[in-house]
Structure formats: C-alpha cells, structure tokens
C-alpha cells in the first residue's frame, strides 16, 4: 500500500502528553506536512510538530474529555504502560512524569528529548491528525515521497505492531487501510493472545484483562475509569455518557443509536454499513455490558 513517508524526528519536552497511540512529530522539512492528504491538513504548532495518530490501534484513554464532562482515564496500568512501550521502543529513555496544574493528566518528558524516526501515513483525519505508522531509525526510502508499506515492513519496524504484540493496544480500524495491513496488524494482536496472553489479553487466574466481549460489570464513571479494562472505543461513549448525568444503563442504547458511529462488520459475507453501536453492544442483567464483535472485525467509517 503506497504511503507518504516523512522523515524527521520525535519530540517530547516536559510541556507534552503523549499516550500509547499519540506522539509528536516534526518533520526535517516542515513543509512536508503540505503533502499529506485530507479534507483537513495538518496544522503545526509554531514549533513544527504535529501530533501522530497512530494508525489501526487504540491504546487505554490516559485523558480524555470529548463532547461532555471533565476529562477522564481508563484504568492508568494498561494506559502508562502503553504510552512508555511506544516511547522505549521510538528510543526515548528514562521516562519522567509530573502532574500538570492545569489538567488532571501527567505531563511526560524524557531522554533525549528528541529521536531520529519516520512515519508512513495515507492522510490526516476528519480533525486535522496526521494518522500513521511510527518508526525508529533511519527510512528505507526519501522524505517526501510514497513508498510501498509491506507487511514485513510493517511488522519489523512500525510501533502500531509492535504495541499490539504486547497486547497494550486494541487493533482499531478505519475506512481506507488495505485489507492486508489490517490482517497483518490482527496478526500482532493474535501473537499477545497466544497461549496465556500478555497484556489486556493475559488470561492468567485472576488477572485484570479486556472484558470487552465477556462482559463488563458497569454501575457508573467509576468502573470504566477504575475497575474494568475495555475498548477504547466504548469507553468514550460511556464517558460521554455518564457525563449527561446518567446514573443507569437504561439509555445507553438510545445513545449509542444517536451517536451514529458506522461501521461494517467484516465477518459477513458482504458487509453493509450499519449505524450505531447499539447493534453490536449488548446490556444483561441492567449492569453488564459486551461488544458482540471483536474490534478486528469492526471496520469503522470516519465522521
């Protein structure tokens, strides 16, 4: 799949809020944020960095606000551990974390404050975020220009798989990645389940995991920010929700409906889009809560 690559590097300073799936990025040539496709450019802020949207996963929420509310986490083990594995990995080193006295979240700073790196991306999304892959080292090809990402090239050295594979991210995808990407990416998500699993997928006794498909016990803000690790996803909209004041599951489907998410459903045959996660979250006994379909077989359209 041919992909604008950029060189340039990744930055953090004590003033930045990196997660498992966002990173600051600065192209050698800044000028190079023109050439990224989308309906909404890139913006750099005056420093030249664009935050990355990493692309086809979603790590745990470490602060999120949306359209409603104060702003929220999920539970931090999951979220902090994500957001350090994809800085070690860029090649950052002794990660510090200070509280910010205007917001509820750390802010994260790190040595060197700046690394060497690349990203492939097929465009920014509906908010203006460069979405892409986020590599170390030096690119296997020339700034400014496309190169074909191969699966091998995406395993071998693509944060985005590298994160699944540990099983701190949830595989997440939209409208406009291959097939082949997307299967290759399920491939990492697979190799943290294998066996006892690692991660949100570690199944051993008691362990705190994704119960996203088994069935999570939610009575309130607190169990999705405190108590139960699912989709990140279904987090937000819960988050939204019970941001309005709702004390009860009993309108959560009326809500999902009028958040008109679509999506397809890729195990079926010939997929049509849909409209609303109603359809595939389900409430038993008022309190539980379960997605039917496993996020790797969702594929959702960006709003």
């Known amino acids: 799949m041919p992909m604008l690559l950029i060189k340039g590097s990744f930055h953090l300073s004590g003033r930045t809020a990196p997660d498992g799936d966002t990173v600051p990025f600065i192209p050698d040539y800044v000028g190079e944020w023109k050439l990224v496709r989308g309906c909404e450019k890139p913006q750099p802020e005056r420093d030249g960095h664009v935050d990355i949207r990493l692309e086809?996963?979603?790590?745990?929420?470490?602060?999120?606000?949306?359209?409603?509310?104060?702003?929220?986490?999920?539970?931090?083990?999951?979220?902090?551990?994500?957001?350090?594995?994809?800085?070690?990995?860029?090649?950052?080193?002794?990660?510090?974390?200070t509280p910010d006295?205007?917001?509820?979240h750390d802010m994260i700073s790190a040595t060197p404050e700046s690394v060497p790196g690349f990203i492939l991306t097929n465009g920014a999304d509906v908010f203006g975020r460069c979405v892409a892959f986020a590599c170390a080292g030096d690119p296997p090809?020339?700034?400014?220009?496309?190169?074909?990402?191969?699966?091998?090239?995406?395993?071998?050295?693509?944060?985005?798989?590298?994160?699944?594979?540990?099983?701190?991210?949830?595989?997440?995808?939209?409208?406009?990645?291959?097939?082949?990407?997307?299967?290759?990416?399920?491939?990492?998500?697979?190799?943290?389940?294998?066996?006892?699993?690692v991660g949100i997928w570690n199944t051993t006794g008691n362990a705190f995991g994704d119960v996203t498909l088994t069935g999570a016990k939610i009575t309130g803000m607190q169990s999705i920010t405190d108590d139960v690790v699912i989709l990140p996803k279904l987090f937000r909209r819960l988050k939204e929700y019970f941001s309005l004041g709702h004390t009860t599951l009993d309108a959560l489907p009326a809500y999902l409906a009028g958040a008109a998410d679509k999506f397809l459903d890729l195990t079926q045959a010939k997929p049509k889009e849909q409209i609303g996660l109603h359809r595939i979250v389900e409430i038993t006994n008022s309190s539980t809560v379960r997605m039917t379909l496993p996020s790797e077989k969702i594929l959702f359209k960006p709003k």
């Open 56 to 97: 086809g996963i979603d790590a745990l929420e470490t602060h999120y606000t949306g359209n409603y509310g104060d702003e929220k986490r999920q539970p931090a083990k999951f979220g902090d551990e994500a957001t350090n594995a994809l800085l070690t990995f860029l090649g950052f080193r002794d990660i510090q974390r």
């Open 101 to 104: 006295p205007h917001h509820p």
């Open 141 to 197: 090809g020339p700034s400014g220009y496309e190169l074909d990402v191969s699966v091998r090239l995406l395993k071998e050295r693509t944060a985005n798989y590298h994160l699944l594979s540990l099983g701190l991210a949830y595989p997440t995808f939209y409208q406009g990645l291959l097939p082949v990407l997307r299967d290759a990416l399920a491939d990492g998500t697979a190799e943290a389940q294998a066996g006892i699993g």
